[in-house]
């Protein structure tokens, strides 16, 4: 069985940095696209990046655009998250999900795996 391991969260001030990361392991398998999700309490998840495994194309939303970048190492089976300008309201439970076929980038029911998820909290 694959899995997917977050680290790197914590609580930081606003305007700081913080960078998350996501390894695959177990059972290997074909990775299509990586991507970031976040849930902030009362909320639906909603999608934050994803990059495309083979040719690296990014994608990102709106709210974090200029400020986040997703990144990775496929040696490693790894994805990256850099944040940066952190806001309050990127306050969340950040998730990192695989997906093994094509499809839409932006939904999480494309997604067939994913992490436990690691907490951001920022202080305003």
């Known amino acids: 069985q694959a899995q997917l391991v977050e680290s790197g969260g914590g609580l930081v001030q606003a305007g700081g940095s913080l960078r998350l990361s996501c390894a695959a392991s177990?059972?290997?398998?074909?990775?299509?696209?990586m991507g970031w999700f976040r849930q902030a309490p009362g909320k639906e998840r909603e999608f934050v990046a994803a990059i495309h495994w083979s040719g690296g194309t990014t994608y990102y939303a709106d709210s974090v655009k200029g400020r986040f970048t997703i990144s990775r190492d496929s040696a490693k089976n790894t994805v990256y998250l850099q944040m940066n300008i952190l806001k309050p309201e990127d306050t969340a439970v950040y998730y990192c999900?695989?997906?093994?076929?094509?499809?839409?980038?932006?939904?999480?029911?494309?997604?067939?795996?994913w992490g436990q998820g690691t907490q951001v909290t920022v202080s305003s």
């Open positions: 999900a695989a997906r093994t076929y094509s499809g839409s980038f932006y939904a999480t029911w494309e997604y067939n795996y």
């Open positions: 177990g059972r290997t398998f074909s990775v299509y696209a």
